[in-house]
C-alpha cells in the first residue's frame, strides 16, 4: 500500500513545474475483502476470498505564468479479482479479473468568479480477463481509449435557486488491441456478423450539457443531464438479410436523459432519486444461421441493436447520532436500482436456441448496503454487501449471459487525503 500512495504522490510532484506558486494534491485509496461471489448460473467460477483496490491521485497547480490558469493532472486505477459481469458490445460476460487505469491532463481557465473552462487529454487502457488461467494484457476484450474533452461551467441565480451549468463536447477513440473475429478461407462463407478482424473499433463523438439547481437552504437540488453519443465503428460492415455484407459501416447513435433529486438534511443524512433513459438506434443487422449449412433456417434481424433502457435507483442515507471506536459516526446507504431493457426487434430465444414469439426484455436489479465510517480524519472502514439479479426472457445463453443471481460481501478500508 505504501508503494501505492508514492507513486501517487510522485505523480503529481514529478509533473509540477519549479515555478508552481500554488500546488493542491489529492489522493483516495481503499482495498477491500469480497467473500463470497457467487454466480447462480453453470458457467460461475469457483467462490473465493477475492480483492479489489481503487486509487484516485489528482493535484491541481498554477503558475506565475497566468494566475487564474489551473493545471490538474489525474491518475486513476481500479482492479479486482472477484469474477464480475461486465458488458462488452451489448453482450454481457463474466470475467475473473479486471484492471482498469486512467491518465488525464488538462487545464482549467477561471474567466470570471463563476465561468471557468475546461480543457483535457486523456488515455484509458482496461484489462479484462475471463478466466484465471489468462495472461493480463492478452485479454480477448482488453481495449485502450484516447481522447480529449472540452467543457464550459457557469454558475448563476435563477428565480431564487443557485444554478450549475456545464456545456461540453467530448472526443474518444477505442481499439481493442487484442481483438479478432474468425477469418474465412472462403468468401462463399459467411461468418456472423461480419468476417473481418477489428470490428469492435469505433470512435465516439458526444455533445452533453447539464444543470444542477440548489434550492435554497431546503436541502433539495435537482440534477438534469442530457449526453448523446454519435458512434461510427472503424471496420464493422452492415449485414443484409442474404448474409452478404455491405461496404457502408455500422453506426449507433445514443440518447441519454438522467434525473437525479437528492436531500441532504443538516448532516449527511437524505434520500436520493434517480431516473436515466437511453435510446439507442443503430443501423446494423444480424444474420443468424443457427449453427447449420441449410440457409432455409437461417434468421435475419434488422435494427437488431435498438433498444430503450428506463433506470431507476432510490438511497436512503442515515448518519448515526452515536459514536463507533471513534469521533466519528458511522454513515449508512441502502439502495435499491431497477433497470429494464427493451430490443425493439430482437426476438427472444428458448434455452434451446429456438426463437420465441416474444422480443426481449431484461428485468435488472440490486439491493445493497453501504456501511462507512472514519476512524480518523483521513482514514476509514468501510462494509458492502450487494445482491443483484438478473432476468430475461433471453434463455440462451451460449453468447451472453442473461439469467443469474451475482452476490457479493466485502469488507475494506481507505485513505483521503
Given at each position: 500500500?505504501?508503494?501505492?500512495?508514492?507513486?501517487?504522490?510522485?505523480?503529481?510532484?514529478?509533473?509540477?513545474?519549479?515555478?508552481?506558486?500554488?500546488?493542491?494534491?489529492?489522493?483516495?485509496?481503499?482495498?477491500?475483502?469480497?467473500?463470497?461471489?457467487?454466480?447462480?448460473?453453470?458457467?460461475?467460477?469457483?467462490?473465493?476470498?477475492?480483492?479489489?483496490?481503487?486509487?484516485?491521485?489528482?493535484?491541481?497547480?498554477?503558475?506565475?505564468?497566468?494566475?487564474?490558469?489551473?493545471?490538474?493532472?489525474?491518475?486513476?486505477?481500479?482492479?479486482?479479482?472477484?469474477?464480475?459481469?461486465?458488458?462488452?458490445?451489448?453482450?454481457?460476460?463474466?470475467?475473473?479479473?479486471?484492471?482498469?487505469?486512467?491518465?488525464?491532463?488538462?487545464?482549467?481557465?477561471?474567466?470570471?468568479?463563476?465561468?471557468?473552462?475546461?480543457?483535457?487529454?486523456?488515455?484509458?487502457?482496461?484489462?479484462?480477463?475471463?478466466?484465471?488461467?489468462?495472461?493480463?494484457?492478452?485479454?480477448?476484450?482488453?481495449?485502450?481509449?484516447?481522447?480529449?474533452?472540452?467543457?464550459?461551467?457557469?454558475?448563476?441565480?435563477?428565480?431564487?435557486?443557485?444554478?450549475?451549468?456545464?456545456?461540453?463536447?467530448?472526443?474518444?477513440?477505442?481499439?481493442?488491441?487484442?481483438?479478432?473475429?474468425?477469418?474465412?478461407?472462403?468468401?462463399?462463407?459467411?461468418t456472423t456478423p461480419n468476417n473481418y478482424t477489428k470490428e469492435l473499433d469505433t470512435l465516439i463523438y458526444s455533445a452533453y450539457i447539464g444543470d444542477e439547481v440548489e434550492f435554497g437552504k431546503s436541502g433539495w437540488s435537482l440534477l438534469v443531464n442530457?449526453?448523446?453519443?454519435?458512434?461510427?465503428?472503424?471496420?464493422?460492415?452492415?449485414?443484409?438479410?442474404?448474409?452478404?455484407?455491405?461496404?457502408?459501416?455500422?453506426?449507433?447513435?445514443?440518447?441519454?436523459?438522467?434525473?437525479?433529486?437528492?436531500?441532504?438534511?443538516?448532516?449527511?443524512?437524505?434520500?436520493?432519486?434517480?431516473?436515466?433513459?437511453?435510446?439507442?438506434?443503430?443501423?446494423?443487422?444480424?444474420?443468424?444461421?443457427?449453427?447449420?449449412?441449410?440457409?432455409?433456417?437461417?434468421?435475419?434481424?434488422?435494427?437488431?441493436?435498438?433498444?430503450?433502457?428506463?433506470?431507476?435507483?432510490?438511497?436512503?442515507?442515515?448518519?448515526?447520532?452515536?459514536?463507533?471506536?471513534?469521533?466519528?459516526?458511522?454513515?449508512?446507504?441502502?439502495?435499491?436500482?431497477?433497470?429494464?431493457?427493451?430490443?425493439?426487434?430482437?426476438?427472444?430465444?428458448?434455452?434451446?436456441?429456438?426463437?420465441?414469439?416474444?422480443?426481449?426484455?431484461?428485468?435488472?436489479?440490486?439491493?445493497?448496503?453501504?456501511?462507512?465510517?472514519?476512524?480518523?480524519?483521513?482514514?476509514?472502514?468501510?462494509?458492502?454487501?450487494?445482491?443483484?439479479?438478473?432476468?430475461?426472457?433471453?434463455?440462451?445463453?451460449?453468447?451472453?449471459?442473461?439469467?443469474?443471481?451475482?452476490?457479493?460481501?466485502?469488507?475494506?478500508?481507505?485513505?483521503?487525503?
Open positions: 500500500m505504501n508503494r501505492i500512495i508514492l507513486s501517487a504522490v510522485l505523480f503529481c510532484a514529478s509533473i509540477v513545474p519549479v515555478f508552481a506558486s500554488d500546488f493542491a494534491p489529492a489522493v483516495d485509496l481503499s482495498g477491500r475483502l469480497t467473500y463470497p461471489s457467487v454466480v447462480s448460473n453453470e458457467k460461475s467460477p469457483e467462490t473465493k476470498l477475492s480483492g479489489s483496490a481503487d486509487l484516485a491521485s489528482s493535484c491541481m497547480f498554477n503558475t506565475d505564468l497566468l494566475p487564474n490558469l489551473w493545471f490538474i493532472p489525474t491518475l486513476t486505477a481500479d482492479y479486482s479479482n472477484t469474477a464480475q459481469p461486465l458488458n462488452i458490445a451489448d453482450e454481457r460476460f463474466l470475467f475473473a479479473e479486471w484492471l482498469d487505469l486512467y491518465a488525464s491532463y488538462g487545464v482549467n481557465y477561471d474567466l470570471g468568479k463563476e465561468w471557468e473552462v475546461k480543457a483535457r487529454g486523456f488515455v484509458r487502457t482496461d484489462f479484462s480477463k475471463q478466466t484465471a488461467d489468462e495472461k493480463t494484457g492478452l485479454g480477448l476484450y482488453d481495449y485502450i481509449d484516447n481522447g480529449f474533452y472540452l467543457e464550459n461551467y457557469n454558475e448563476f441565480l435563477s428565480w431564487n435557486a443557485n444554478n450549475r451549468l456545464t456545456e461540453g463536447v467530448k472526443y474518444l477513440d477505442r481499439r481493442f488491441r487484442n481483438y479478432n473475429t474468425l477469418l474465412s478461407e472462403s468468401a462463399s462463407v459467411t442530457f449526453n448523446y453519443d454519435y458512434l461510427p465503428y472503424s471496420q464493422q460492415k452492415l449485414i443484409w438479410a442474404d448474409g452478404s455484407l455491405e461496404a457502408l459501416r455500422r453506426v449507433d447513435r445514443t440518447g441519454k436523459l438522467s434525473i437525479d433529486l437528492p436531500y441532504y438534511g443538516d448532516n449527511k443524512s437524505g434520500v436520493e432519486f434517480q431516473y436515466d433513459f437511453i435510446k439507442n438506434v443503430s443501423n446494423q443487422n444480424y444474420y443468424d444461421t443457427m449453427g447449420t449449412t441449410d440457409m432455409s433456417d437461417d434468421v435475419y434481424t434488422k435494427g437488431y441493436y435498438d433498444f430503450v433502457e428506463n433506470t431507476g435507483k432510490f438511497s436512503v442515507t442515515y448518519e448515526f447520532p452515536w459514536k463507533f471506536f471513534s469521533a466519528y459516526s458511522p454513515l449508512a446507504v441502502i439502495s435499491f436500482s431497477l433497470d429494464l431493457v427493451s430490443y425493439e426487434n430482437r426476438i427472444a430465444k428458448d434455452a434451446s436456441g429456438a426463437y420465441t414469439a416474444k422480443k426481449q426484455q431484461d428485468n435488472n436489479y440490486t439491493v445493497g448496503l453501504d456501511l462507512k465510517q472514519n476512524i480518523s480524519e483521513w482514514w476509514n472502514w468501510l462494509f458492502n454487501i450487494d445482491y443483484t439479479r438478473y432476468n430475461s426472457n433471453m434463455k440462451y445463453e451460449a453468447l451472453g449471459l442473461y439469467n443469474y443471481a451475482y452476490i457479493t460481501v466485502s469488507l475494506g478500508s481507505g485513505i483521503s487525503f
